[in-house]
Nanobody, 121 residues
Framework: QVQLVESGGGSVQAGGSLRLSCAAS?????MGWFRQAPGMERKAVARIYTSLGTTYYADSVKGRFTISRDNAKNTVYLQMNSLKPEDTAMYYC?????????????????WGQGTQVTVSS
């Protein structure tokens, strides 16, 4: 079992920045950030292979968001810049320990509790 603890959400004006953190209690093969707006399905934002550092981004956040990791702390970060009102959502950290991670939520057996990000215009 891997427990994930997220932090760093909040409210910001459009164009601002926030950094989310996700601390894992154990080994992970890859970790991802997903977001879910009210009434919408949960969608992938970014993912990272924790050993290699390889990263992937959804088209909607490319060039604005950066996912990174600190393996010594078992922590993954999501730096969000140039935030837009459409980025408003609950953001969830997810982790997988098996060597198979895609954009599908079903690839990730471990989830954090979520942290709210609100961007006002």
């Amino acid at each position: 079992q891997v427990q994930l603890v997220e932090s760093g959400g909040g409210s910001v004006q459009a164009g601002g920045s926030l950094r989310l953190s996700c601390a894992a209690s154990g080994y992970t093969y890859c970790m991802g950030w997903f977001r879910q707006a009210p009434g919408m399905e949960r969608k992938a934002v970014a993912r990272i292979y924790t050993s290699l550092g390889t990263t992937y981004y959804a088209d909607s956040v490319k060039g604005r968001f950066t996912i990174s990791r600190d393996n010594a702390k078992n922590t993954v970060y999501l730096q969000m810049n140039s935030l837009k009102p459409e980025d408003t959502a609950m953001y969830y950290c997810a982790a997988a320990t098996r060597p198979w991670c895609t954009w599908s939520t079903s690839d990730y057996p471990y989830w954090g509790q979520g942290t709210q990000v609100t961007v006002s215009s």
